[in-house]
Nanobody, 127 residues
Framework: VQLQASGGGLVQAGGSLRLSCAAS????????MAWFRQAPGKERDFVAC????????YYSNSVKGRFTISRDNAVNTVYLQMSSLRPEDTAVYYC?????????????????????WGQGTELTVSS
């Protein structure tokens, strides 16, 4: 699986932006997809993940209510709609995938659980 993230940029605090992650292959629905982020000098942190069907999602507390993860399996793409952005959201955002997991998505928050990674797209939120 190859992942290509896009959509990052410079946004003012309070603004919105949507990230996209296009996946190669014909088995997209068999993968749980996730977004992580990494700020300079910090570890890579979980943001959100979504089940293969798109029915189930799970968010970190820091973005819950502000970000929405979704997927369009017809075009092999996962999205991260971000609103009410804050300077602390500034980071490189990575999409990741792992073979679909039928347990609770709260068990898929570690980067170690993901096999495939995109190259990252950078978000800067100015105050």
């Amino acid at each position: 699986v190859q992942l290509q993230a896009s959509g990052g940029g410079l946004v003012q605090a309070g603004g919105s932006l949507r990230l996209s992650c296009a996946a190669s292959g014909r088995t997209f629905t068999t993968y749980t997809m996730a977004w992580f982020r990494q700020a300079p000098g910090k570890e890579r942190d979980f943001v959100a993940c979504i089940s293969g069907t798109g029915i189930t999602t799970y968010y970190s507390n820091s973005v819950k209510g502000r970000f929405t993860i979704s997927r369009d399996n017809a075009v092999n793409t996962v999205y991260l709609q971000m609103s009410s952005l804050r300077p602390e959201d500034t980071a490189v955002y990575y999409c990741a995938s792992t073979p679909v997991y039928h347990g609770s998505l709260r068990n898929r928050v570690s980067p170690m659980k993901y096999d495939y990674w995109g190259q990252g797209t950078e978000l800067t939120v100015s105050s």
